[in-house]
């Protein structure tokens, strides 16, 4: 059983990343699970898809503190979901902060360093996904998800290694996407030491 | 037959297919819009599929179709039931030849919705029997079995799914095959027309059918009692099962356990079955007290005594959505067994909160803004509906004093103007909302002499439930051209003269219409006309010319736009949100904003 929790906020690709996970899955033989948010909170709200591998799954959202891997797209979902994450697992998370608008109509300003520093206090391994300079190699946002999902492979943690990752971009995607993704996820890659 | 990972909602629609539906009817709503969306998608081509303009619209051809002897689904959330039950009280007495599946998706928390009302309690009022899934595959086998009981009993069948199923995903075989039906057609009969005498004989028979299935339906794979360990049992349907059966497996207890899986009418003999083998049962439900509640009449009529631990008693939550955490503690303290132990953590930083707000770009926001610039000073109220334009509430804008159900924004505008006459009375309705319930509503107005002025905003499409064409869009579901229906010759045709048609990204001339709609005696409308960003792509973006921004932030406090980002002192704009509306060119006071060159 693999619980993988990704999050972030409504618009930066965490469904289009969980549904490659449980496709992978699928595709070695293994039962997958997803839910994901729909609806009023999807456009800037903070968004998770919980991804289940594995037949035991009987809950379609992953319990607290039974994630194995959380994959945030954004430093503060990663704080906000943390509580999902067991003692000890894996969080990689991305420097992509994103300012909601209550943010513009408060007094204070929102970063993600306060985040980051509090995730290096917690007993978790993790991995720090330097998002903010990877968009700007790739020169799109969109290839955030597979930056992320790149990082989680080479982490070890999961059940797809970047190779799996690469087959799926040159399977599934448009061939002019291609060399961006595969960037993306090399890159990704590099983030774990 | 290969393994896909399939939406639940998807696989309702498949399963639908599967079991040879003929017509699929229903009305957008969060969590039921993709199972008539999924058999639009794999429609063979010989599926009749359509949006109607409301549910109770839908019911009620879709009950034509199944009189004609065509298998039929009508889809709709569990407030569009109430829009539906008109058609639906009479439906359950007069019956059905074709087998009807009923989908109503419940929506427990709510997360997005106006309450947290039980379809299961719904199927008991209306004596039609319900399926309740616990799952996503479950869902899927449900559809076939409800049609097949439908068409046994001559009965309309509920298939009530929660959010939790509708939305998750599941690995499924779905089968290449379908059942083939021919319909028999529509066979004149007095069975069709509802009369009094008729409707006795009806009630009779319903009463006794749902007798008889009380012991049936224990037999179903859907109603199931595990035995286990101990004299305290747990009682649970729907997802909460799979909450249930999670948080047994992680505390590694095994109690007696019953499912169920069609709460109306209850199975009392599976349910039986439970009460020999325990002292005490837990009841897991979400919602209503329904499994609760059959269990305390049984235990009435059986003259048994046994405690019930639920809603009742206060042991599980009253309102609000069950999770495995929430019940894994309950159930812990319930069998007096330790509860596992979590990650400690210490107390995170403040969070941002993100709130769901209007879309940068979004013509709605253009709209209340030039509402609320042409009555500033004056005294106002301004009555919302549904759709994404109840986020018009939100800070800054602030545009939205009521919102109540479907349509009743413009209803609730006229009841305040006859208490309060000396207060301008603003509705506001989208497109979709204008021909659910809006436009009956409207002729009241007019009939009845009412004073106030109606808002249309017409983005031209269904945008909270994910773009569902309607009948101001100019197509169907199916991807025909349809008729286009004219908001404005529709309000014309029920005598309202003072109408006028304006893109509110106009300010200008929408703050003029808006001041001269409200100084208008009697029924006057605005049609703010402009699509829905999610329709084109943006030709032209805004930037921030930030030598001349002065930093005075006016643009943040009056729009509330996502696309506005506080930097340092002054403002820019994200490009990645920003729709080039313009709305913040024209609000800047030094004219720092101006469309990129």
Same mark, same amino acid.
């Given at each position: 059983?693999?619980? @993988?929790?990704?999050?972030?906020?409504?618009?930066?690709?965490?469904?289009?990343?969980?549904? @490659?996970?449980?496709?992978?899955?699928?595709?070695?033989?293994?039962?997958?699970?997803?839910?994901?948010?729909?609806?009023?909170?999807?456009?800037?709200?903070?968004?998770?898809?919980?991804?289940?591998?594995?037949?035991?799954?009987?809950?379609?959202?992953?319990?607290?503190?039974?994630?194995?891997?959380?994959?945030?797209?954004?430093?503060?979902?990663?704080?906000?979901?943390?509580?999902?994450?067991?003692?000890?697992?894996?969080? @990689?998370?991305?420097?992509?902060?994103?300012?909601?608008?209550?943010?513009?109509?408060?007094?204070?300003?929102?970063?993600?360093?306060?985040?980051?520093?509090?995730?290096?206090?917690?007993?978790?391994?993790?991995?720090?996904?330097?998002?903010?300079?990877?968009?700007? @190699?790739?020169?799109?946002?969109?290839?955030?998800?597979?930056?992320?999902?790149?990082?989680?492979?080479?982490?070890?943690?999961?059940?797809?290694?970047?190779?799996?990752?690469?087959?799926?971009?040159?399977?599934?995607?448009?061939?002019?996407?291609?060399?961006?993704?595969?960037?993306?996820?090399?890159?990704?890659?590099?983030?774990?030491? | 037959?290969?393994?896909?990972?399939?939406?639940?909602?998807?696989?309702?629609?498949?399963?639908?297919?599967?079991?040879?539906?003929?017509?699929?009817? $229903?009305?957008?709503?969060?969590?039921?819009?993709?199972?008539?969306?999924?058999?639009?998608?794999?429609?063979?081509?010989?599926?009749?599929?359509?949006?109607?303009?409301?549910?109770?619209?839908?019911?009620?051809?879709?009950?034509?179709?199944?009189?004609?002897?065509?298998?039929?689904?009508?889809?709709?959330?569990?407030?569009?039931?109430?829009?539906?039950?008109?058609?639906?009280?009479? %439906?359950?007495?007069?019956?059905?030849?074709?087998?009807?599946?009923? %989908?109503?998706?419940?929506?427990?928390?709510?997360?997005?919705?106006?309450?947290?009302?039980?379809?299961?309690?719904?199927?008991?009022?209306?004596?039609?029997?319900?399926?309740?899934?616990?799952?996503?595959?479950?869902?899927?086998?449900?559809?076939?079995?409800?049609?097949?009981?439908?068409?046994?009993?001559?009965?309309?069948?509920?298939?009530?799914?929660?959010?939790?199923?509708?939305?998750?995903?599941?690995?499924?075989?779905?089968?290449?095959?379908?059942?083939?039906?021919?319909?028999?057609?529509?066979?004149?009969?007095?069975?069709?027309?509802?009369?009094?005498?008729?409707?006795?004989?009806?009630?009779?028979?319903?009463?006794?059918?749902?007798?008889?299935?009380?012991?049936?339906?224990?037999?179903?794979?859907?109603?199931?009692?595990?035995?286990?360990?101990?004299?305290?049992?747990?009682?649970?349907?729907?997802?909460?099962?799979?909450?249930?059966?999670?948080?047994?497996?992680?505390?590694?207890?095994?109690?007696?356990?019953?499912?169920?899986?069609?709460?109306?009418?209850?199975?009392?003999?599976?349910?039986?079955?439970?009460?020999?083998?325990?002292?005490?049962?837990?009841?897991?439900?979400?919602?209503?007290?329904?499994?609760?509640?059959?269990?305390?009449?049984?235990? $009435?009529?059986?003259?048994?005594?046994?405690?019930?631990?639920?809603?009742?008693?206060?042991?599980?939550?009253?309102?609000?959505?069950?999770?495995?955490?929430?019940?894994?503690?309950?159930?812990?303290?319930?069998?007096?067994?330790?509860?596992?132990?979590?990650?400690?953590?210490?107390?995170?930083?403040?969070?941002?909160?993100?709130?769901?707000?209007?879309?940068?770009?979004?013509?709605?926001?253009?709209?209340?803004?030039?509402?609320?610039?042409?009555?500033?000073?004056?005294?106002?109220?301004?009555?919302?509906?549904?759709?994404?334009?109840?986020?018009?509430?939100?800070?800054?804008?602030?545009?939205?004093?009521?919102?109540?159900?479907?349509?009743?924004?413009?209803?609730?505008?006229?009841?305040?103007?006859?208490?309060?006459?000396?207060?301008?009375?603003?509705?506001?309705?989208?497109?979709?909302?204008?021909?659910?319930?809006?436009?009956?509503?409207?002729?009241?107005?007019?009939?009845?002499?009412?004073?106030?002025?109606?808002?249309?905003?017409?983005?031209?499409?269904?945008?909270?439930?994910?773009?569902?064409?309607?009948?101001?869009?100019?197509?169907?579901?199916?991807?025909?051209?349809?008729?286009?229906?004219?908001?404005?010759?529709?309000?014309?045709? #029920?005598?309202?003269?003072?109408?006028?048609?304006?893109?509110?990204?106009?300010?200008?001339?929408?703050?003029?219409?808006?001041?001269?709609?409200?100084?208008?005696?009697?029924?006057?409308?605005? #049609?703010?006309?402009?699509?829905?960003?999610?329709?084109?792509?943006?030709?032209?973006?805004?930037?921030?010319?930030?030598?001349?921004?002065?930093?005075?932030?006016?643009?943040?406090?009056?729009?509330?736009?996502?696309?506005?980002?506080?930097?340092?002192?002054?403002?820019?704009?994200?490009?990645? %949100?920003?729709?080039?509306?313009?709305?913040?060119?024209?609000?800047?006071?030094?004219?720092?904003?101006?469309?990129?060159?």
């Amino acid at each position: 059983m693999l619980n @993988i929790l990704l999050c972030g906020v409504g618009g930066q690709g965490t469904v289009l990343a969980s549904k @490659i996970l449980a496709k992978s899955a699928i595709r070695q033989g293994k039962t997958a699970h997803t839910a994901e948010t729909i609806g009023m909170a999807q456009r800037g709200g903070s968004v998770t898809s919980h991804v289940r591998i594995g037949e035991a799954a009987y809950s379609p959202l992953i319990p607290l503190g039974r994630a194995d891997v959380l994959i945030a797209f954004e430093p503060a979902e990663a704080v906000r979901n943390l509580p999902y994450l067991k003692d000890g697992g894996t969080a @990689i998370v991305s420097n992509t902060a994103v300012k909601p608008v209550t943010d513009a109509l408060s007094t204070t300003d929102y970063s993600g360093d306060a985040m980051f520093a509090y995730l290096r206090d917690e007993n978790i391994r993790l991995i720090e996904v330097d998002g903010e300079e990877l968009i700007r @190699i790739c020169g799109s946002a969109k290839v955030l998800n597979m930056a992320l999902l790149g990082a989680a492979a080479a982490s070890g943690e999961m059940n797809i290694t970047t190779d799996d990752l690469c087959e799926i971009i040159r399977t599934t995607l448009p061939e002019k996407f291609h060399t961006m993704n595969l960037q993306a996820v090399e890159l990704g890659a590099r983030s774990v030491r | 037959m290969t393994k896909q990972l399939i939406m639940g909602n998807e696989a309702i629609g498949l399963g639908a297919i599967c079991a040879g539906v003929q017509v699929v009817t $229903g009305y957008p709503g969060t969590p039921s819009t993709e199972v008539l969306e999924s058999v639009a998608k794999h429609n063979p081509g010989d599926i009749y599929v359509e949006w109607s303009v409301n549910e109770k619209t839908a019911l009620e051809i879709a009950a034509g179709a199944a009189y004609a002897g065509a298998r039929v689904m009508v889809t709709m959330k569990q407030v569009g039931l109430n829009v539906a039950s008109d058609p639906l009280m009479s %439906l359950s007495y007069v019956g059905v030849k074709g087998g009807m599946v009923i %989908l109503v998706a419940d929506d427990p928390g709510p997360i997005s919705s106006q309450t947290e009302q039980d379809t299961r309690t719904f199927g008991a009022y209306s004596k039609l029997p319900v399926f309740d899934p616990s799952s996503p595959e479950e869902a899927f086998a449900m559809v076939g079995d409800a049609f097949a009981l439908s068409e046994k009993y001559g009965t309309p069948v509920i298939l009530r799914p929660t959010t939790r199923i509708c939305h998750a995903y599941a690995t499924i075989a779905v089968p290449e095959t379908r059942e083939s039906r021919v319909p028999e057609g529509f066979v004149k009969d007095s069975r069709w027309v509802i009369f009094p005498k008729l409707s006795y004989a009806a009630h009779k028979r319903i009463e006794e059918r749902n007798r008889e299935l009380r012991h049936t339906l224990s037999a179903s794979a859907y109603n199931t009692y595990t035995s286990g360990k101990g004299r305290k049992g747990i009682a649970c349907g729907g997802v909460s099962y799979a909450y249930v059966k999670e948080a047994l497996s992680i505390l590694g207890a095994e109690v007696p356990l019953l499912k169920v899986g069609i709460p109306h009418p209850f199975p009392e003999d599976t349910a039986m079955e439970l009460l020999a083998d325990t002292d005490e049962i837990l009841v897991c439900e979400e919602l209503d007290g329904v499994i609760e509640k059959e269990l305390f009449a049984l235990l $009435g009529q059986k003259q048994l005594c046994r405690v019930i631990r639920g809603k009742t008693d206060g042991t599980t939550p009253s309102a609000g959505e069950n999770t495995v955490n929430g019940l894994m503690d309950i159930i812990a303290e319930y069998l007096g067994i330790a509860k596992p132990s979590q990650p400690v953590r210490k107390a995170p930083p403040a969070l941002p909160v993100r709130p769901p707000v209007l879309c940068a770009g979004c013509p709605h926001r253009a709209s209340f803004y030039a509402v609320k610039q042409a009555m500033k000073g004056r005294k106002a109220v301004f009555a919302g509906d549904i759709g994404c334009y109840t986020l018009g509430n939100a800070m800054p804008l602030d545009m939205t004093d009521t919102c109540l159900c479907m349509g009743a924004g413009i209803t609730v505008a006229q009841g305040i103007s006859r208490v309060q006459p000396d207060t301008v009375c603003f509705s506001f309705t989208g497109d979709s909302t204008f021909y659910h319930t809006g436009l009956p509503n409207l002729a009241n107005a007019v009939y009845n002499n009412a004073n106030m002025v109606a808002v249309i905003l017409d983005n031209s499409t269904t945008a909270m439930t994910g773009h569902q064409p309607n009948p101001n869009t100019g197509k169907n579901v199916m991807g025909e051209v349809a008729a286009k229906i004219d908001i404005e010759g529709a309000l014309r045709g #029920i005598g309202i003269t003072d109408i006028a048609v304006v893109n509110p990204l106009d300010q200008d001339a929408a703050v003029k219409a808006v001041q001269h709609a409200a100084d208008h005696e009697g029924v006057s409308a605005i #049609i703010f006309r402009a699509p829905c960003i999610a329709l084109f792509k943006p030709e032209k973006l805004c930037a921030v010319d930030t030598a001349k921004c002065i930093g005075c932030r006016k643009c943040l406090r009056e729009l509330g736009c996502p696309g506005l980002i506080k930097d340092g002192k002054k403002v820019r704009i994200d490009t990645g %949100l920003c729709y080039g509306c313009g709305l913040c060119i024209g609000i800047c006071p030094v004219s720092a904003i101006q469309y990129e060159a």
